[in-house]
């Protein structure tokens, strides 16, 4: 479904009366203004400003006590409502999403919530039904300039179009971000964090770095796998040409795919421009390959966030949060009455959940210990 926007701002009145009186002039009190004399003709312009007169006020009050149309935040509010979300040393998040993840969006809003961080957070809406979603949870959203043509309620696939789509604007919305004199945390909407993301990227070890990456972690460290899911871009001219590099790379991409690019956009900014990245440990910045597949992650203390990654689908990844103890919404969150998810109860009791029994304690008792849940909706 295309969706076909209308930018509209609140209704005003073109008519304003100049005196409240003349509201309540009616047709008589209008004949006596022009005297006994008046003639026929007379009458009837008064009769027909007095009719002009009522017309417009009733206009002017229907105007009045109508809702007004609803006003979209689009993507020239950036740049504000990052400078209003920065944190004191100037550091604000940014993702992006369709609206078939708006409940990933606002699971990683609580999530952020419990580190106070939730505040510092811009959303990038792919569509109008995310944008309407998402502004019943926060102010600070936009509606992008994708135009995204997602089919209703169907979430984009990890390699098809749609994903592409959205995931090749990602070094434009840096670029804009960067524009806003912030240093800009990316952070996908399937990130579970278990430490405070902002006060990982201010330790001492990362003052140097112009740009925080992360691993995917297939190879233990043998090769760079650099996933563009979190990133941390320091503002300055080395950083914004990293990503102006990638922001080309993937426009040469017939497929879009951005993942390759992001990776040499860095080693190509290292080279050239002198650029400087850091790349978190494995163990700390665990991947789905590492969390969940290998199980990697689950004797370290050190973990700092898990990324839902390396399984595909929508609902593969609800089910994978929910087993692990890492969706924090105890009830159904659409954005609207019509569409809602199944319980973290129901869910947890199918037989789906029973592969990760085998995981140890450790793993799931690490992410409850660092995540409290909510006691009820908070939306």
């Given amino acids: 479904m295309m969706l076909s926007l ?7 009145a073109h008519w304003q009366p100049s005196s409240p009186s003349l509201l309540s002039t009616d047709l008589g009190e209008l004949s006596k203004a022009a005297g006994t004399n008046a003639t026929a003709a007379a009458a009837a312009a008064a009769a027909a400003a007095s009719a002009s007169l009522a017309a417009a006020a009733a ?11 609803e006003s979209i935040r689009l993507m ?20 992006s999403l369709t609206y078939p993840y708006v409940d990933f969006a606002a699971n990683t809003y609580v ?56 995931t090749k604007l990602r070094p434009s919305y840096m670029l804009a ?6 240093h800009v945390v990316w952070t996908d909407v399937d990130i579970f964090y278990t430490q405070n993301i902002l006060d990982v990227f ?42 102006e590099i990638w922001a080309d790379l993937v426009k040469e991409r017939a497929d879009g795919t951005n993942q390759a690019s992001y990776n040499k956009a860095l080693v190509a900014a290292a080279e050239t421009d002198k650029l400087t990245y850091h790349v978190l440990e494995e ?17 370290t203390e050190a973990m700092i966030f898990a990324h839902n990654n390396y399984i595909s689908g929508h609902g593969s990844k609800l089910e994978r949060a929910l087993c692990s103890q890492m969706w924090l919404l105890p009830c159904g969150f659409r954005g609207d009455s019509e569409s809602e998810l199944a319980s973290s109860a129901d869910l947890r009791q199918e037989a789906a959940c029973n592969e990760f029994n085998s995981v140890e304690n450790k793993m799931i008792s690490r992410v409850s210990a660092a995540v409290a849940r909510p006691a009820e909706c908070p939306f």
Avoid at 59 to 69: G, I, L, Q, S
Wanted: glycine share 6%; charged share 25%; aromatic share 6%.
């Fill in 111 to 166: 999530n952020l919530q419990h580190f106070g961080i939730h505040e510092h957070v811009v959303f990038i809406a792919e569509d109008h039904e995310a944008y309407r979603a998402l502004s019943k949870i926060t102010d600070r959203v936009v509606l992008s300039w994708s135009g995204m043509d997602i089919a209703e309620g169907v979430p984009a696939q990890y390699g098809d179009k749609a994903y592409g789509d959205v």
């Fill in 76 to 95: 020239d509010a950036l740049p504000r409502l990052l400078k209003e979300a920065a944190t004191e040393d100037h550091m604000a998040v940014i993702t």
């Fill in 202 to 243: 201010r330790r001492p070890a990362h003052a140097g770095a112009d740009i925080v990456a992360i691993d995917e972690g297939r190879d233990s460290g043998k090769h760079l796998h650099l996933c563009s899911g979190l990133i941390f871009v320091r503002n300055n001219e080395r950083s914004r040409r990293t990503m």
């Fill in 177 to 182: 971000s960067l524009d806003a004199g912030v």
């Fill in 283 to 299: 163990l700390e910045a665990c991947s789905g390959f590492n969390f969940w597949s290998h199980q990697r992650c689950t004797q």
């Fill in 59 to 69: 206009d002017h009050a229907a105007a009045a006590a109508a809702p007004e149309k």
């Fill in 6 to 12: 209308l930018v509209a701002t609140s209704v005003e």
